[in-house]
């Protein structure tokens, strides 16, 4: 028996499986203590069950997935319009700091799933999926790249990334917190903040950016907030769309067209918006808040539609492969953790708190390395530097860099099959 979705139906569907998710969450200790997301438990528990029916022959499942790749670029593109490089200018010093380690941590896990992806016989692309795309990239990134890697040759793709983004989360979360606290206890630092349950004035005093403005009352979201966000996305969309054609035409990388995801140029055109006429002040301004809500809406449905259509079954002929290099990925997250970031970002206690959460955000997204955080500034005190600069880095700056570099490796991926 084949059960099949219209496309209206497949949204609804994956609506529910999102808050199945959310409950088992809210029940289970486990979930709640590495972080992983509501889709991921609601999307991975139906892809079970199918994968059960489908294996005993009682019915296999067909869903309409038009609407997946419309909500991943209301997620993605989204990045972009909370792109304020004002913003971003705050985090000074540690903010271009956190970019670089980010960066060169980005170009060593792409290295690192194709040299293990050549020496296990596994195809290179594979070798990709489980680099940065889904390591720094997490489930997001996964399912967007998971119909590039399909064009491309690597067939279930997509499957493949949601395996290894959920292993990424899961060991991300188990590193972050003992590496920190190690770090703190091994060179006896100390929270620069001696009282607890200071307020967000404390990091403005710490960036010296406390200009003794007052805070705003804070307005009421209407829906005209939200029409304004969904407007600047979906044309950044439109107007990508073509841009990413006029970059596929006119520009190479290695000596092949140079091929971005429709997001990546989304992303662009809506970041160079909001830096310029829609700048804050402005009357075509948009409201963050606004933004953030549409941009997760986009990420939950987007994500539970994309697991609730893998099929495990894709999974047996590449699990040894990727378990040698996600293994590899993670001792590598360790050492880079441990000794890179925390030299780099200055040996203090900020450092140590970063490189707790570098482990979630390296091998799974920016929430994961907040709960990092969480944990270890619970029971050291606090760290307004690392929570200022993290999600900053977590929230434009790396899918852009992660995109570019991405892009690159691809084409050398291709090279070597």
């Known amino acids: 028996m084949n ?14 499986v999102f808050y199945i998710g959310k409950f088992i969450r809210s029940k289970v200790q486990f979930f709640q203590t590495f972080c992983v997301p509501a889709p991921v438990i609601g999307g991975f528990l139906f892809a079970i069950i199918r994968f059960l029916l489908q294996l005993s022959g009682v019915c296999t499942f067909e869903f309409d997935q038009t609407l997946k790749d419309p909500f991943m670029m209301v997620f993605f593109t989204s990045i972009g319009v909370g792109a304020d490089l004002d913003t971003l200018k705050k985090g000074g010093k540690g903010f271009i700091l956190f970019v670089l380690v980010s960066t060169v941590l980005v170009i060593f896990q792409d290295v690192i799933g194709l040299v293990l992806a050549k020496a296990t016989g596994a195809d290179s692309l594979l070798g990709l999926i489980c680099g940065s795309v889904t390591m720094v990239g997490g489930h997001g990134s996964a399912g967007a790249w998971g119909t590039t890697f399909e064009e491309e040759g690597l067939v279930n793709a997509s499957t493949f990334g949601m395996a290894a983004a959920t292993f990424g989360v899961i060991m991300g979360s188990l590193i972050g917190g003992p590496i920190g606290s190690t770090l703190i206890r091994k ?28 805070y705003k009352k804070v307005v009421p979201l209407e829906a005209l907030d939200f029409i304004k966000v969904l407007g ?27 091929s971005l995801p429709a997001y990546v140029t989304s992303m662009i055109l809506a970041g160079i918006f909001v830096n310029t006429i829609g700048k804050k002040g402005s009357k075509w301004a948009v ?10 809406v986009g990420l939950n449905v987007f994500l539970v539609m994309a697991l609730i ?17 996600l293994f590899a990925q993670t001792i590598f997250m360790a050492f880079y953790a441990y000794f890179i970031n925390f030299w780099v970002m200055g040996r203090n206690y900020d450092a140590a ?3 707790g959460g570098i482990c979630g955000f390296g091998m799974g997204a920016t929430y994961n390395a907040l709960a990092n955080m969480d944990s270890i500034t619970e029971r050291f005190g606090p760290s307004p530097k690392a929570y200022f600069i993290l999600p900053m880095v977590g929230a434009f700056a790396i899918d852009i860099i992660n995109s570019f570099f991405i892009t690159i490796f691809l084409n050398v991926a291709q090279t070597l099959r």
């Open 232 to 258: 600047l996305i979906f044309v950044s969309v439109g107007l990508g769309a073509i841009l990413q054609v006029f970059i596929k035409e006119h520009v190479t990388v290695l000596g092949k067209p140079l």
């Open 187 to 214: 060179h006896n630092l100390a929270s620069p903040i001696e009282k607890m349950g200071e307020d967000i004035d404390v990091l403005e005093n710490l960036e010296k950016n406390n200009s003794g403005e007052n």
């Open 3 to 16: 059960i099949s979705f219209n496309v209206m139906q497949t949204v609804g569907f994956a609506i529910i």
């Open 353 to 355: 708190v970063l490189s």
């Open 309 to 325: 259509d893998i099929n495990l079954l894709d999974l047996k002929e590449v699990a040894g492969s990727m378990l040698v290099i």
């Open 287 to 296: 409201d963050d808040r606004a933004n953030s809500i549409c941009g997760d």
